[in-house]
Protein backbone atom coordinates (compact mmCIF):
# COMPACT_ATOMS: atom_id res chain seq x y z
CA UNK A 1 0.00 0.00 0.00
CA UNK A 2 1.38 3.41 -0.88
CA UNK A 3 0.47 6.54 1.09
CA UNK A 4 0.86 9.65 -1.81
CA UNK A 5 1.62 12.57 0.70
CA UNK A 6 1.56 16.67 -0.62
CA UNK A 7 1.61 19.41 2.26
CA UNK A 8 1.80 22.64 2.30
CA UNK A 9 4.44 25.13 4.55
CA UNK A 10 5.26 28.08 6.38
CA UNK A 11 8.68 27.94 5.41
CA UNK A 12 11.07 25.08 4.06
CA UNK A 13 12.56 23.46 6.98
CA UNK A 14 10.59 20.98 9.82
CA UNK A 15 12.23 21.98 12.99
CA UNK A 16 11.11 25.82 12.90
CA UNK A 17 8.30 25.52 10.17
CA UNK A 18 4.61 24.38 10.34
CA UNK A 19 2.14 22.70 8.29
CA UNK A 20 -0.70 24.38 6.63
CA UNK A 21 -2.67 22.01 4.57
CA UNK A 22 -2.23 18.44 4.14
CA UNK A 23 -3.74 15.65 1.36
CA UNK A 24 -2.60 11.53 2.07
CA UNK A 25 -4.06 9.36 -1.27
CA UNK A 26 -4.35 5.70 -0.24
CA UNK A 27 -3.36 3.80 -3.58
CA UNK A 28 -3.00 -0.14 -3.16
CA UNK A 29 -1.21 0.10 -6.51
CA UNK A 30 -3.56 -0.22 -8.70
CA UNK A 31 -6.10 2.66 -7.94
CA UNK A 32 -6.99 4.65 -5.05
CA UNK A 33 -8.73 3.64 -2.39
CA UNK A 34 -9.01 6.31 0.14
CA UNK A 35 -8.35 10.05 0.23
CA UNK A 36 -8.22 12.52 3.37
CA UNK A 37 -7.52 16.32 3.36
CA UNK A 38 -7.75 19.80 5.89
CA UNK A 39 -6.47 22.64 5.89
CA UNK A 40 -3.90 23.07 9.01
CA UNK A 41 -3.99 26.17 11.31
CA UNK A 42 0.15 26.52 12.02
CA UNK A 43 -0.13 28.29 15.06
CA UNK A 44 2.34 30.78 13.28
CA UNK A 45 2.08 33.46 11.45
CA UNK A 46 2.14 32.97 7.42
CA UNK A 47 4.68 34.70 5.57
CA UNK A 48 3.06 37.18 2.53
CA UNK A 49 5.18 34.88 0.32
CA UNK A 50 3.71 31.21 1.14
CA UNK A 51 0.61 33.47 1.13
CA UNK A 52 1.07 34.62 -2.62
CA UNK A 53 2.48 30.85 -3.90
CA UNK A 54 -0.36 28.87 -2.07
CA UNK A 55 -3.58 31.05 -1.68
CA UNK A 56 -3.69 29.95 2.26
CA UNK A 57 -3.61 32.90 4.60
CA UNK A 58 -3.86 33.36 8.22
CA UNK A 59 -7.65 33.72 7.94
CA UNK A 60 -8.45 30.51 6.58
CA UNK A 61 -6.80 28.54 8.81
CA UNK A 62 -7.70 30.28 12.20
CA UNK A 63 -10.31 27.82 12.82
CA UNK A 64 -8.17 24.70 11.23
CA UNK A 65 -7.27 21.99 13.79
CA UNK A 66 -3.98 21.94 15.13
CA UNK A 67 -1.45 18.98 13.65
CA UNK A 68 -1.73 17.63 16.75
CA UNK A 69 -5.73 16.74 16.40
CA UNK A 70 -5.19 14.93 13.20
CA UNK A 71 -2.05 13.04 14.39
CA UNK A 72 -3.57 9.54 15.14
CA UNK A 73 -5.32 10.16 11.94
CA UNK A 74 -2.66 10.79 10.07
CA UNK A 75 -0.67 8.35 11.94
CA UNK A 76 -3.07 5.48 11.03
CA UNK A 77 -3.36 6.69 7.43
CA UNK A 78 0.98 6.50 6.86
CA UNK A 79 2.25 3.63 9.04
CA UNK A 80 2.88 0.65 7.59
CA UNK A 81 2.36 2.05 4.60
CA UNK A 82 5.03 3.48 1.73
CA UNK A 83 5.47 7.68 1.62
CA UNK A 84 5.17 8.57 -1.82
CA UNK A 85 5.90 12.21 -2.71
CA UNK A 86 7.23 14.29 -5.07
CA UNK A 87 10.73 15.78 -3.05
CA UNK A 88 9.81 12.92 -1.09
CA UNK A 89 12.39 13.77 1.51
CA UNK A 90 10.70 17.35 2.72
CA UNK A 91 7.01 15.98 3.09
CA UNK A 92 8.41 13.67 5.10
CA UNK A 93 10.62 15.40 6.93
CA UNK A 94 7.80 17.79 8.23
CA UNK A 95 5.46 15.15 8.63
CA UNK A 96 7.97 12.80 10.75
CA UNK A 97 8.92 15.70 12.71
CA UNK A 98 5.15 16.92 13.77
CA UNK A 99 4.55 13.80 14.77
CA UNK A 100 6.89 12.56 17.14
CA UNK A 101 5.93 16.39 18.31
CA UNK A 102 2.51 14.86 18.93
CA UNK A 103 3.73 10.78 20.19
CA UNK A 104 3.90 9.22 16.82
CA UNK A 105 7.27 7.55 15.70
CA UNK A 106 6.61 7.07 11.54
CA UNK A 107 9.41 4.91 10.44
CA UNK A 108 7.63 4.57 6.72
CA UNK A 109 10.19 3.76 3.19
CA UNK A 110 10.24 6.58 1.43
CA UNK A 111 9.62 6.90 -2.64
CA UNK A 112 10.50 9.50 -4.55
CA UNK A 113 8.65 10.65 -7.75
CA UNK A 114 10.96 12.50 -8.70
CA UNK A 115 13.86 10.35 -8.57
CA UNK A 116 11.45 7.30 -10.12
CA UNK A 117 10.19 9.67 -12.96
CA UNK A 118 14.04 10.28 -13.75
CA UNK A 119 14.28 6.51 -14.16
CA UNK A 120 10.82 5.53 -16.29
CA UNK A 121 11.31 8.54 -18.22
CA UNK A 122 14.45 9.71 -19.06
CA UNK A 123 16.11 12.76 -20.71
CA UNK A 124 13.67 14.84 -19.75
CA UNK A 125 13.57 18.67 -19.75
CA UNK A 126 12.56 18.61 -15.83
CA UNK A 127 11.07 16.78 -13.00
CA UNK A 128 9.68 19.09 -11.18
CA UNK A 129 5.90 18.20 -10.67
CA UNK A 130 4.63 20.81 -12.86
CA UNK A 131 6.98 20.25 -15.70
CA UNK A 132 6.82 16.88 -15.57
CA UNK A 133 3.36 16.48 -15.51
CA UNK A 134 2.77 19.27 -18.42
CA UNK A 135 6.09 16.50 -20.21
CA UNK A 136 2.90 13.68 -19.32
CA UNK A 137 -0.34 15.79 -20.46
CA UNK A 138 -1.34 15.56 -17.03
CA UNK A 139 -3.40 17.66 -16.07
CA UNK A 140 -2.87 19.92 -12.21
CA UNK A 141 -6.05 21.30 -10.72
CA UNK A 142 -5.55 23.89 -7.40
CA UNK A 143 -1.17 24.21 -8.37
CA UNK A 144 0.14 24.32 -4.99
CA UNK A 145 -2.40 22.39 -2.78
CA UNK A 146 -2.40 19.95 -1.32
CA UNK A 147 -5.12 18.19 -2.15
CA UNK A 148 -4.45 19.38 -6.20
CA UNK A 149 -0.76 18.16 -5.88
CA UNK A 150 -1.16 14.69 -4.33
CA UNK A 151 -4.15 13.96 -6.78
CA UNK A 152 -2.07 14.85 -9.56
CA UNK A 153 1.13 12.73 -8.43
CA UNK A 154 -1.51 9.88 -7.79
CA UNK A 155 -2.02 10.57 -11.92
CA UNK A 156 1.58 10.72 -12.02
CA UNK A 157 2.05 7.66 -10.30
CA UNK A 158 -0.17 5.43 -12.47
CA UNK A 159 1.35 6.68 -15.18
CA UNK A 160 4.80 5.33 -13.76
CA UNK A 161 3.43 2.08 -13.01
CA UNK A 162 2.03 1.49 -16.29
CA UNK A 163 5.10 2.18 -18.16
CA UNK A 164 7.19 -0.30 -15.86
CA UNK A 165 8.21 1.02 -12.80
CA UNK A 166 7.54 -1.61 -10.67
CA UNK A 167 10.79 -3.06 -11.39
CA UNK A 168 12.27 0.11 -10.14
CA UNK A 169 10.25 0.79 -7.39
CA UNK A 170 11.01 -2.95 -5.85
CA UNK A 171 15.10 -1.91 -6.39
CA UNK A 172 14.54 1.90 -4.98
CA UNK A 173 12.74 0.64 -1.92
CA UNK A 174 14.95 -2.22 -0.65
CA UNK A 175 17.01 -1.82 2.61
CA UNK A 176 20.56 -1.63 0.33
CA UNK A 177 19.17 1.34 -1.91
CA UNK A 178 20.77 4.79 -1.32
CA UNK A 179 18.03 5.77 -2.96
CA UNK A 180 15.61 7.06 0.07
CA UNK A 181 18.29 9.26 1.89
CA UNK A 182 20.48 10.85 -0.91
CA UNK A 183 19.59 14.54 -1.99
CA UNK A 184 17.65 15.14 -4.20
CA UNK A 185 19.73 16.23 -6.75
CA UNK A 186 21.86 13.32 -6.66
CA UNK A 187 22.14 10.02 -7.87
CA UNK A 188 22.56 6.42 -6.23
CA UNK A 189 25.64 6.60 -9.11
CA UNK A 190 27.53 9.54 -7.85
CA UNK A 191 28.21 7.65 -4.71
CA UNK A 192 28.74 4.32 -5.56
CA UNK A 193 31.84 5.70 -8.25
CA UNK A 194 33.15 6.83 -5.25
CA UNK A 195 36.56 5.47 -3.58
CA UNK A 196 36.85 3.30 -0.41
CA UNK A 197 40.38 5.61 0.00
CA UNK A 198 41.43 8.20 2.31
CA UNK A 199 40.96 11.63 0.50
CA UNK A 200 38.80 14.91 0.54
CA UNK A 201 35.73 15.15 -1.25
CA UNK A 202 33.78 18.44 -2.06
CA UNK A 203 29.93 19.29 -2.51
CA UNK A 204 29.45 21.52 -5.41
CA UNK A 205 25.97 23.55 -5.49
CA UNK A 206 23.72 24.10 -8.39
CA UNK A 207 26.36 26.78 -9.82
CA UNK A 208 29.12 24.60 -9.48
CA UNK A 209 30.12 26.16 -6.32
CA UNK A 210 32.17 24.15 -3.82
CA UNK A 211 30.09 24.60 -0.13
CA UNK A 212 31.56 21.77 1.35
CA UNK A 213 34.76 20.40 1.82
CA UNK A 214 35.49 17.19 4.51
CA UNK A 215 38.29 14.32 4.87
CA UNK A 216 37.69 11.20 5.20
CA UNK A 217 39.66 7.49 5.84
CA UNK A 218 36.92 5.88 3.13
CA UNK A 219 35.58 8.81 1.14
CA UNK A 220 32.45 6.91 -0.60
CA UNK A 221 31.25 6.02 3.61
CA UNK A 222 31.84 9.33 5.11
CA UNK A 223 29.78 10.95 2.24
CA UNK A 224 26.90 8.06 2.64
CA UNK A 225 27.40 9.48 6.72
CA UNK A 226 26.01 12.53 5.53
CA UNK A 227 23.03 11.92 4.37
CA UNK A 228 21.60 9.05 6.32
CA UNK A 229 21.10 11.02 9.70
CA UNK A 230 17.43 12.64 9.85
CA UNK A 231 17.86 16.14 10.80
CA UNK A 232 14.63 18.49 10.56
CA UNK A 233 17.00 21.84 11.47
CA UNK A 234 17.19 24.56 9.05
CA UNK A 235 20.96 24.15 8.66
CA UNK A 236 20.66 20.53 7.76
CA UNK A 237 17.78 20.82 5.35
CA UNK A 238 19.20 23.97 3.61
CA UNK A 239 23.03 21.98 3.20
CA UNK A 240 21.32 18.63 1.92
CA UNK A 241 19.17 20.67 -0.78
CA UNK A 242 22.24 22.92 -1.84
CA UNK A 243 24.36 19.79 -3.13
CA UNK A 244 24.21 19.11 -6.81
CA UNK A 245 27.56 16.99 -7.64
CA UNK A 246 30.26 15.17 -5.60
CA UNK A 247 34.14 15.44 -6.13
CA UNK A 248 36.66 14.28 -4.56
CA UNK A 249 40.79 13.74 -4.46
CA UNK A 250 42.35 10.75 -2.53
CA UNK A 251 45.17 10.83 -0.37
CA UNK A 252 47.69 8.74 1.00
CA UNK A 253 46.79 8.34 4.25
CA UNK A 254 44.81 10.17 6.63
CA UNK A 255 47.62 12.83 6.97
CA UNK A 256 47.54 14.14 4.07
CA UNK A 257 43.80 14.19 3.91
CA UNK A 258 43.58 15.79 7.44
CA UNK A 259 46.14 18.41 5.79
CA UNK A 260 44.84 18.93 2.29
CA UNK A 261 41.36 19.27 4.10
CA UNK A 262 42.59 22.37 6.14
CA UNK A 263 44.63 23.40 3.28
CA UNK A 264 41.50 23.52 0.80
CA UNK A 265 38.89 24.79 3.58
CA UNK A 266 41.07 28.13 4.10
CA UNK A 267 41.72 28.36 0.03
CA UNK A 268 37.82 28.08 -1.14
CA UNK A 269 36.12 29.11 2.00
CA UNK A 270 32.86 26.80 1.61
CA UNK A 271 29.95 28.08 2.76
CA UNK A 272 28.91 25.02 4.88
CA UNK A 273 32.27 24.71 6.65
CA UNK A 274 32.44 26.04 9.90
CA UNK A 275 35.32 24.51 11.81
CA UNK A 276 38.76 25.51 10.97
CA UNK A 277 36.91 28.63 8.88
CA UNK A 278 37.97 31.32 11.86
CA UNK A 279 40.23 34.02 10.05
CA UNK A 280 43.94 33.55 11.99
CA UNK A 281 45.05 36.86 13.48
CA UNK A 282 48.93 35.92 13.20
CA UNK A 283 51.68 37.85 14.55
CA UNK A 284 55.75 37.82 13.48
CA UNK A 285 59.10 38.16 15.15
CA UNK A 286 61.00 40.87 13.62
CA UNK A 287 64.07 42.15 13.84
CA UNK A 288 65.89 45.37 12.14
CA UNK A 289 69.24 47.85 12.47
CA UNK A 290 68.05 51.45 13.66
CA UNK A 291 69.62 55.00 13.26
CA UNK A 292 71.80 54.23 15.80
CA UNK A 293 73.15 51.15 14.43
CA UNK A 294 71.39 48.92 17.34
CA UNK A 295 69.75 45.57 16.39
CA UNK A 296 65.86 45.53 17.49
CA UNK A 297 63.48 42.85 18.03
CA UNK A 298 59.69 43.70 17.68
CA UNK A 299 56.65 41.75 17.42
CA UNK A 300 54.12 42.77 15.14
CA UNK A 301 50.87 41.57 12.58
CA UNK A 302 52.47 38.94 10.25
CA UNK A 303 53.61 40.95 6.82
CA UNK A 304 53.52 39.01 3.41
CA UNK A 305 56.33 40.45 2.03
CA UNK A 306 58.41 40.57 4.55
CA UNK A 307 60.45 37.38 6.52
CA UNK A 308 60.19 36.99 10.25
CA UNK A 309 62.15 35.04 12.36
CA UNK A 310 59.42 33.27 13.54
CA UNK A 311 56.00 33.03 13.44
CA UNK A 312 53.14 32.81 16.32
CA UNK A 313 49.21 32.67 16.03
CA UNK A 314 48.96 34.07 19.51
CA UNK A 315 50.28 37.38 20.79
CA UNK A 316 50.34 36.48 24.21
CA UNK A 317 52.82 33.81 22.51
CA UNK A 318 55.20 35.83 20.90
CA UNK A 319 55.65 38.53 24.43
CA UNK A 320 56.29 35.37 26.47
CA UNK A 321 58.90 34.36 24.07
CA UNK A 322 60.61 37.66 23.89
CA UNK A 323 60.16 37.95 27.39
CA UNK A 324 62.29 35.09 28.13
CA UNK A 325 65.29 36.15 25.11
CA UNK A 326 65.49 39.27 27.00
CA UNK A 327 65.87 37.72 30.52
CA UNK A 328 68.54 34.81 29.56
CA UNK A 329 70.82 36.77 26.86
CA UNK A 330 70.48 40.54 28.88
CA UNK A 331 68.66 42.57 26.23
CA UNK A 332 67.59 45.74 26.43
CA UNK A 333 63.06 45.57 26.82
CA UNK A 334 62.82 49.01 24.63
CA UNK A 335 65.31 48.01 22.07
CA UNK A 336 62.59 44.68 22.03
CA UNK A 337 59.16 46.98 22.63
CA UNK A 338 57.98 45.56 25.40
CA UNK A 339 58.81 49.33 27.26
CA UNK A 340 57.11 51.97 25.14
CA UNK A 341 59.26 54.92 26.52
CA UNK A 342 61.50 56.01 24.28
CA UNK A 343 65.05 55.18 24.00
CA UNK A 344 66.75 58.39 25.03
CA UNK A 345 70.71 59.38 25.06
CA UNK A 346 71.01 58.18 28.40
CA UNK A 347 69.60 54.67 27.59
CA UNK A 348 72.20 54.56 24.99
CA UNK A 349 75.49 55.64 27.09
CA UNK A 350 74.38 52.96 29.42
CA UNK A 351 74.06 50.00 27.07
CA UNK A 352 76.93 50.91 25.23
CA UNK A 353 78.49 50.66 22.01
CA UNK A 354 76.33 48.80 19.10
CA UNK A 355 78.09 46.16 18.17
CA UNK A 356 78.52 44.83 22.07
CA UNK A 357 74.68 45.02 22.01
CA UNK A 358 74.24 43.47 18.91
CA UNK A 359 76.36 40.52 19.63
CA UNK A 360 73.61 39.45 21.91
CA UNK A 361 71.06 39.89 19.78
CA UNK A 362 72.61 37.94 17.47
CA UNK A 363 73.55 34.82 20.22
CA UNK A 364 69.55 35.24 21.09
CA UNK A 365 68.45 34.96 17.30
CA UNK A 366 70.99 31.66 17.37
CA UNK A 367 69.73 29.98 19.87
CA UNK A 368 65.93 30.38 18.85
CA UNK A 369 66.85 28.78 15.18
CA UNK A 370 68.34 25.98 17.32
CA UNK A 371 64.96 25.37 18.87
CA UNK A 372 63.03 25.29 15.84
CA UNK A 373 63.48 21.95 13.89
CA UNK A 374 63.82 21.74 10.05
CA UNK A 375 62.46 18.13 9.31
CA UNK A 376 60.62 16.01 6.51
CA UNK A 377 57.82 13.62 7.08
CA UNK A 378 58.00 11.17 4.24
CA UNK A 379 55.79 8.54 3.96
CA UNK A 380 54.31 5.98 1.42
CA UNK A 381 52.99 7.41 -1.73
CA UNK A 382 49.28 6.50 -3.47
CA UNK A 383 51.51 4.11 -5.46
CA UNK A 384 54.44 2.39 -5.34
CA UNK A 385 56.23 5.04 -7.93
CA UNK A 386 55.93 8.14 -5.05
CA UNK A 387 56.24 8.83 -1.84
CA UNK A 388 54.21 11.10 0.44
CA UNK A 389 56.23 14.23 1.92
CA UNK A 390 55.58 16.95 4.16
CA UNK A 391 58.03 19.27 5.30
CA UNK A 392 58.66 21.75 8.83
CA UNK A 393 61.17 24.31 8.10
CA UNK A 394 62.49 26.07 10.91
CA UNK A 395 59.34 24.67 13.15
CA UNK A 396 56.54 25.85 10.71
CA UNK A 397 54.68 24.30 7.88
CA UNK A 398 56.41 24.69 4.34
CA UNK A 399 54.74 22.59 2.06
CA UNK A 400 53.13 19.32 0.91
CA UNK A 401 53.91 17.25 -2.11
CA UNK A 402 54.99 13.79 -3.74
CA UNK A 403 58.81 12.68 -4.40
CA UNK A 404 59.72 9.94 -6.45
CA UNK A 405 60.15 6.95 -4.87
CA UNK A 406 63.95 6.84 -6.29
CA UNK A 407 64.27 10.10 -5.02
CA UNK A 408 68.12 11.51 -2.76
CA UNK A 409 67.38 13.99 -0.79
CA UNK A 410 70.05 15.76 1.34
CA UNK A 411 68.46 18.70 2.50
CA UNK A 412 65.56 20.70 2.70
CA UNK A 413 66.15 22.75 -0.54
CA UNK A 414 66.01 19.31 -2.28
CA UNK A 415 62.37 18.80 -1.54
CA UNK A 416 61.74 22.43 -2.14
CA UNK A 417 61.50 21.23 -5.70
CA UNK A 418 58.84 18.51 -5.53
CA UNK A 419 56.38 20.75 -2.93
CA UNK A 420 53.66 22.70 -3.07
CA UNK A 421 54.52 25.33 0.03
CA UNK A 422 51.49 26.35 1.81
CA UNK A 423 50.42 29.09 4.38
CA UNK A 424 51.88 27.64 8.02
CA UNK A 425 48.51 26.83 10.39
CA UNK A 426 48.97 25.59 14.01
CA UNK A 427 46.18 23.23 13.14
CA UNK A 428 48.61 21.31 10.54
CA UNK A 429 51.71 22.00 12.81
CA UNK A 430 50.15 19.85 15.44
CA UNK A 431 48.53 17.12 12.81
CA UNK A 432 52.10 16.63 11.89
CA UNK A 433 53.75 16.74 15.33
CA UNK A 434 51.53 14.52 16.39
CA UNK A 435 51.86 11.91 13.21
CA UNK A 436 55.45 11.50 14.39
CA UNK A 437 54.81 11.02 17.61
CA UNK A 438 53.04 7.73 16.44
CA UNK A 439 55.19 7.22 13.19
CA UNK A 440 58.77 7.65 14.08
CA UNK A 441 59.82 6.24 10.83
CA UNK A 442 58.18 8.88 8.74
CA UNK A 443 60.23 11.68 10.39
CA UNK A 444 63.59 12.65 8.26
CA UNK A 445 65.65 15.58 9.88
CA UNK A 446 67.44 18.28 8.82
CA UNK A 447 70.79 20.73 10.44
Not at 214 to 242: E, L, M, P, Y
Not at 326 to 341: A, G, M, R, S
Amino acid sequence: MYAIVDIETTGGYAAAGGITEIAVIIHDGTKVVKHFETLLNPQQIIPRYITALTGIDNYMVQDAPAFEEVAATLFELLNDKIFVAHNVNFDYSFVKHNLKNAGYELTAKKLCTVRLGRKVFPGLPSYSLGNLCRSLNINIENRHRAGGDAKATAVLFDHLLANGAEEQIGLMLKKTSSEQWLPLHLEKKDVQRLPVTPGVYYFHDNKDKIVYVGKAINIRKRVSSHFTVNDAGRKRQNFVRTIYKITHKECANELEAIVLENIEIRRLWPRYNQSLKKPIQRFGLYMYEDNYGYLRLGIDKKKKNLRSLYTFNLLTEGITMLRKMIEEFELNEKLCFLDKTSFTKDDRKKLGEPAAYNVKVSNAIAALEKQLPTFAVVDEGSNEEEKLCLLIERGSFWGMGRLPAAAIINSSEDLKVFLNPYSDDDHIRNTIYAYIETHPHTKISFV
